[in-house]
């Protein structure tokens, strides 16, 4: 697509609640990347993917997060058993490649665990 | 110590002044940095890259980077209203890490 497209834009879920959050990176890009950003701070990196694969999921906080990429396209972030403290904004972002450092990022899908 | 630190702010500048927001960094390695700007309730847009010493110049953007020091900054010529937002740095460490954000500075330019 033109852009990186995340959906949903907006998810409000009850603690203990399972969510998916699914991004659609610019068509052609092999690397995709999932941060997450609370109010007041910046970008936190969450997990990578070149391909398939995951090339770098340190950033994941626990094992409620788990993130997937079957295609090498679309990927999907998974969280389990949410919590209050998952409330922020999940971005997702595509490069060209993971050797290019400027990423486009998508909109973003605004989390709110009640 | 943070990997990425910056002076939150806000910092306030006058329309048309020049707007100067800095950057520091831990990882002596690091070899790639960036400056996005990210507009209230938007998603970060990146703005500027640098890979090396000195000054890179875009329109009236300019990014410094000296690697001795582990200092980027970004210097905002004839700053403009719509220049307000929150200019966040980031750093890559090798060329398939990932990037890391600092906690941005939030520019406010008044009219």
């Known amino acids: 697509g033109a852009g990186v497209s995340q959906t949903p834009s907006n998810k409000v879920t009850e603690k203990g609640k399972y969510v998916e959050l699914r991004c659609d990176p610019i068509?052609?890009?092999?690397?995709l990347y999932w941060y997450r950003q609370s109010l007041g701070q910046g970008p936190e990196f969450l997990i990578y993917?070149?391909?398939?694969?995951?090339?770098?999921d340190s950033g994941l906080p626990n094992d409620r997060f788990f993130a997937v990429r079957p295609e090498g396209s679309v990927s999907t972030l998974k969280i389990q058993r949410t919590e209050r403290g998952d409330s922020a904004v999940y971005l997702c972002?595509?490069?060209?490649?993971?050797?290019?450092?400027?990423?486009?990022f998508g909109s973003g899908t605004r989390l709110t665990v009640v | 110590q943070k990997e990425v630190e910056q002076n939150s702010g806000p910092l306030s500048v006058p329309e048309g002044a020049i707007a100067s927001l800095n950057c520091t960094y831990s990882?002596?390695?690091?070899?790639?940095f960036f400056w996005y700007r990210q507009y209230s309730g938007k998603s970060p847009e990146l703005i500027m890259s640098i890979y090396s010493n000195g000054d890179k110049e875009d329109g009236r953007f300019t990014a410094q980077l000296n690697k001795a020091s582990q200092y980027v900054s970004l210097l905002i010529r004839d700053s403009q209203p719509s220049d307000s937002a929150t200019y966040l740095c980031?750093?890559?460490?090798?060329?398939?890490?990932?990037?890391?954000f600092g906690p941005g500075t939030s520019l406010s330019v008044i009219p």
């Open positions: 972002a595509s490069s060209v490649d993971a050797a290019m450092g400027g990423y486009t």
């Open positions: 993917f070149q391909g398939t694969g995951a090339a770098d």
């Open positions: 068509s052609g890009h092999t690397a």
């Open positions: 980031a750093v890559k460490k090798t060329s398939y890490d990932k990037v890391i």
């Open positions: 990882d002596r390695g690091s070899q790639s």
